[in-house]
C-alpha cells in the first residue's frame, strides 16, 4: 500500500485524498472477495482490515502504524497541545516502547500529514456508522417493531445478565488474583452488542425486517441504553471506590428523557424543516433537511450520554417521504426517496468503518499461552450468554439466529475495553484477550447468521 505521507503534491489536503482512497480501495477488495465467496460483505471488509492493518505494521507503513492504535493517539496531539511534553505524554497513554514509536512518526518529516490522514479516516468511519443505522431506522416499520417489542426487551436483558454472570464466573476460575474492579470491568464488556455489525449483516442478507431482524435490532438498541447503565456503574466503583446512585439515576433519566423528545418533538421539527426547504429543489430539500436531522439528533444523542448511532437510527424511524408530499415536485414522475439520496454515502463510508476495525486488530499481542486461554474463556461466555438470550423470544422466531445476531461485540466491546484500560484497571494482556474475543464474536456472526438464516 503506498504510504501517502510519501506522495509529493502542493494541495494539503492531497494526502488526505490519497489516504482515505487506498484505505476504501482495500475495502472493496475485500467487499469483493466475501461476495465471491457468498458471504456478507461486513466480514470481507473486517478481514481485509486484519490483514491489512497487520501486514502494514510488518513493513512498518506510518499511517498504518497510527490507525492500529485507534482514537487514542488523538490523544497524545491534545495532551501537547494543553502544554504537555510530547514523549512523557506518549509514554504515559502507550507505555515505554510504542510511545516512543509513535513519537517518532508524530515529530517525522511527514509527520503531519500521516496524522491528518489518520484523523479524516477516524471521522468518515464514524459518519459511516451513523449514516448505516439511519439507513436500517429508515427501512425500520415502527409498528412492526412494536409488535415484537416484548421479545426484544427479554432478548435484551438476557443478553447482557447472562454474559456478564458468565464473565464474572470465568475471570475467577482463570484469573483468581484480578482486582475487583478489574473483574467487573471485563465482565461488563462481554454484555456489550455492537448494533452496527448485526445491521450491516441483516442488511446484506435482506433480512432486517424479517421477525427476527426486527427483534435483534431492538434488543440491540436496548442492550446499548443497558450497558450505558453497567458502564456508569463500574466506571463509579472504578473512580470513587463506590456508586453514586444519584450519577446513575441522573443517567437514566435524561436517557429516556431523549428518546422521548426524540419521537415526540422530531416529526414536528422534520415538518417545520420541510417546509421551511420547500423554496428548494425537490431532491435539495430532501437531501438537507435529513442529512440536518440525522446529524442533529446523533449530537443530541451523545449529548443526552447515549451513542450517536442511537441517535441517527431514531432519525431513520422518524424520517419519511410522506413529509414532502407538498413540495411542488412531489408529484412528478421518478421522484427519488430519501434512501436513494442517503445510500451513495453510506455506501461509501461504511466500509471505512469496518475495515479501520480490522486495522485495530493487533495479531502479535496474542502470541502468549495465558492471553489464549482467557480469551478462550472470555469468548465460551460471550457466546453462550448472547445465544442463549435468543430464547427469551417467545414469538415463533427461529431463536437460533436471534442469538446469533446478539453475539458481534464490535466497536462496542472496543469501546467498554479501552475505557477500562484508560482507567488502569485492564492490563495489555487482558486487553488482548478482549479484543481477539471481540474479534472472534464479530467475526462469526456473518456466517452464522447466514446459515441460520439465508438469504432472501
Avoid at 463506590?242 to 450519577?247: F, I, Q, V, Y
Avoid at 426524540?262 to 416529526?267: N, S, V, Y
Avoid at 434512501?339 to 461509501?348: A, F, N, S
Avoid at 461485540?409 to 472496543?414: D, I, M, P, T
Amino acid at each position: 500500500m503506498p504510504d501517502p505521507a510519501s506522495a509529493l503534491h502542493g494541495d494539503p489536503i492531497a494526502p488526505v485524498i490519497l489516504g482515505v482512497t487506498s484505505i476504501l480501495a482495500f475495502a472493496v477488495l475485500g467487499r469483493v472477495g466475501a461476495r465471491k465467496l457468498g458471504q456478507p460483505t461486513v466480514l470481507g471488509e473486517l478481514l481485509m482490515g486484519v490483514l491489512l492493518g497487520n501486514l502494514a505494521w510488518y513493513f512498518h507503513f506510518d499511517l498504518l502504524a497510527v490507525l492500529r492504535e485507534g482514537p487514542r493517539v488523538f490523544d497524545v496531539v491534545n495532551g501537547v497541545l494543553a502544554g504537555g511534553d510530547i514523549n512523557q505524554v506518549a509514554t504515559a497513554i502507550f507505555g515505554p516502547v510504542k510511545g516512543p514509536e509513535l513519537v517518532a512518526i508524530i515529530r517525522g518529516p511527514y509527520g503531519g500529514e500521516v496524522m491528518q490522514v489518520a484523523h479524516a479516516v477516524d471521522v468518515f468511519s464514524r459518519y459511516g456508522v451513523i449514516f448505516l443505522l439511519f439507513m436500517v431506522g429508515l427501512e425500520t416499520d415502527v409498528e412492526a417493531m412494536r409488535r415484537v417489542g416484548g421479545d426484544s426487551i427479554r432478548v435484551a436483558f438476557l443478553g447482557v445478565v447472562l454474559p456478564v454472570a458468565l464473565g464474572f464466573g470465568c475471570v475467577l476460575l482463570l484469573q483468581p488474583g484480578a482486582t475487583a474492579h478489574s473483574t467487573m470491568f471485563i465482565a461488563a464488556t462481554l454484555g456489550a452488542t455492537s448494533i452496527g455489525v448485526a445491521a450491516q449483516v441483516l442488511q446484506d442478507l435482506g433480512r432486517a425486517q424479517s421477525l427476527e431482524g426486527r427483534i435483534i435490532l431492538g434488543a440491540a438498541i436496548c442492550d446499548d441504553v443497558l450497558g450505558l447503565i453497567i458502564l456508569a456503574i463500574v466506571s463509579g466503583f472504578v473512580v470513587s471506590g463506590a456508586l453514586n446512585p444519584g450519577e446513575l439515576i441522573s443517567i437514566v433519566l435524561v436517557s429516556l428523557a431523549f428518546l422521548v423528545a426524540a419521537f415526540a418533538l422530531g416529526p414536528v421539527v422534520v415538518r417545520r424543516m420541510a417546509a421551511i426547504m420547500s423554496r428548494l429543489d425537490f431532491v435539495e430539500a430532501k437531501m438537507f433537511t435529513s442529512y440536518l436531522f440525522v446529524m442533529v439528533l446523533a449530537w443530541l444523542a451523545n449529548l443526552a450520554g447515549l451513542a450517536t448511532i442511537i441517535g441517527a437510527f431514531a432519525a431513520g424511524i422518524i424520517l419519511h417521504d410522506g413529509y414532502f408530499s407538498g413540495h411542488r415536485d412531489a408529484d412528478k414522475e421518478h421522484v427519488i426517496s430519501i434512501r436513494q439520496l442517503i445510500e451513495p454515502l453510506e455506501v461509501i463510508l461504511v466500509p471505512i468503518f469496518f475495515i479501520l476495525m480490522g486495522i485495530q486488530v493487533k495479531i502479535e499481542t496474542f502470541l502468549s499461552w495465558p492471553v489464549l486461554t482467557l480469551a478462550g474463556g472470555l469468548l465460551l461466555a460471550a457466546s453462550a450468554g448472547k445465544i442463549l438470550s435468543g430464547f427469551g423470544a417467545k414469538s415463533p422466531a427461529n431463536k437460533w439466529a436471534i442469538g446469533f445476531g446478539m453475539l458481534p461485540r464490535g466497536e462496542v466491546g472496543l469501546v467498554f475495553a479501552a475505557i477500562g484500560r484508560s482507567l488502569n484497571v485492564i492490563d495489555d494482556s487482558v486487553f488482548a484477550a478482549i479484543v481477539l474475543m471481540v474479534l472472534i464474536t464479530t467475526l462469526a456472526t456473518p456466517p452464522l447468521l447466514k446459515a441460520s438464516m439465508g438469504s432472501r
